[in-house]
């Protein structure tokens, strides 16, 4: 069978009807991506059960560019991936600079003031960002950026999750732990919020302030200082470094379901996911880390792979249209989570279905049934666009 | 009204009298590792048969006498005798089989390798492995010409149909689809080839002899978010003249006017319907319900769901057999 090509003589109109119409269609395309992180020393916390993958994240970057160098293959795209990690305290905005030199598309993998600073660096002003990081409200609020997008969900997207499970269960009577640490109260006051907009009451709220080991205690310790709660359906808990929630579960004065940051809980992504493919997904990500893949892992996955979709799309590496073609109504993703991903044009967070997990099984996808938007439904996770004080969208 | 009663409890089917056929639909049951064989006039499970793991694709050769079964997480491709159930053997399949189809001349099965980004060329009679031909990430939709001449994988991840030419072995040509392709077919003159796009939501249609696009089909049912109409399986009546289109979980099934694209009417089905067939007289079209674990029977002159059959746990793939 005679291999057609397209020759430059045509029209571009006909050039587009075409577009992929053959084998190796056009000019080579290269695009360099960066993987920028910004190590932080974590807390000590109690278990060493879960410690943090040394990989967090650049596994998933590197898993998305193998997907799109597979298509990139028969369309003469090719992807390079650099990873760059700056010790804790080390200069990120001089690695920020040599990288974005090199390659205008970076995964930033910081904190959120990090983030700023290099978003607002001169050199980065024509790049193209992703936040596989931070889910903090600012960045997606009065501090957004026009050259960042943000795959990490927003924290109050997984509050929102939650909320909408908890009152869709009619558990609506919650009461609040919350962990010694300025993240934690972060995290509350996500939860409080979320609470709030489903409908969802937080009765009582204690302040966690044990020091002790509870690996051994929590059984002596826990029904106690939950005692004095007022009966409550489900217990939350707010302890953002994953240091004690996990010794509350099963120890609380009544047999109540916990919730927020450990039981059940609002995630971008989770090993439990099967449906809609996510297998798929999960197997590629194992075979390549030997681990589970984790939301930060996923955020850097369908950055990488917007990349690859705009690049097979628009045939180019030039990431002012890269970006028009993400903020675009054309623009929909695959994210093995059922419905097609696409990027608020009001704050550049990817819009995307929220699963509420267990440790053992998917509970339900957010958003569940019921709840309603005008434009669409997903939108109901997290800052919709009358909430978000953003301007740099054009909005 | 009726549909939403059909929803509700199981109907008597004499409410609906719709022309009895003689024949057979076999339908995959995902998660029970085994197929339910319906009776096509008396609209019953006549049958369930023990597959290996995760059946998934399903065919029959030329004279319905064996049935090929797409065992996933066997890693294999059984062949069954369709009279007695039992499978006579197992062909090499390489890992994941998702789909396959069987080539007109019944001589090769071509099989989309889910996990491992290849096609692979199965011999039924020598049993051996032929070629493997590396395609996109997640093949899955597989489709043959009527004359055998061009085979047609589609790739979930890579978003592509790639042609290969059969007598080669080897792939022509590749044509961008929209996102997640799902499945693929060409019309019965050879001269379309249509691919679905579960995430992309939209059905293209393609000239096989330029291989440009011909046409696309979008999709929209009054009180259903867009991203959810997402179209899966098809299949076209005989004539070419009307086809059907699965809407996974929006639980409809689309009638297209395959000449003018249009969507002609939402029949409602099942939850999260996968595939279908029809019967051997092609008066009844039956869908595989995953979600739900049921079949429901269209029929298709009066393009109205009859009756939902109960069968086992996410029914997959489905075909027909006299």
Redesign the interface.
Known sequence: ?P??RIRRTMSAGLLA???????PVQAEVTVAVTYLRQEQKAPPVLSNLDPIPTDLGIAGAKVALA?SE??GR??GHQYRLQVISIVPGGDLAAAAKTALAASPVVLLDAPAESILTVADLPEARDALIFNVASGERRLRDHDCRANLLHTIAEDSMRADALMQVLRARRWTRTALIVGPRPEDEDFAATLRAAAAKFGVEILAEKAWTFDTDLRRAAGKEVPLFTQDLPDHDVLLIADDADDFARYVADNTWLPRPVAGSDGLSGEGWAPVLEQW?AV?LQ??FEVLAKREMRPRDYAAWTALRTVG?AV??TNSADPVKLRTYILSDAF???GFK???LSYRDWNGQLRQPMPVVNARALVELAPLDGYLHQD??MDTLGLDRAESACQAFGG | MRRIFLFLVALPIAAFPIAASAGEIWVTNEKDDNISVIDTATLEVVRTIATGERPRGITFNSDHSRAYICASDSDAVEVMDARTGEILHELPSGEDPEQFVLAPDDKHLWIANEDDAVTTVVDVDTRNVVAQINVGIEPEGMAVSPDGKIVVTTSETTNMAHWIDTATMTIFANTLVDSRPRHAEFTADGRELWVSSEIGGTVTVFDVATRAEKGKIAFGITGINADLIQPVGFEFAPDDKTAFVALGPSNHVAVIDMKTLAVEEYILVGRRVWHMAFSPDHKQLFTTNGVSGDVTVIDVAAREPVKSIKVGRFPWGAAARP
Do not use: K
């Open positions: 069978m291999e057609i009807a075409l577009l992929g119409a053959a084998g997907d597979t298509t028969f369309l493919g798929q197997n590629r979709e097979t799309r929909a993703l695959d059922g419905r097609s669409n439904d």
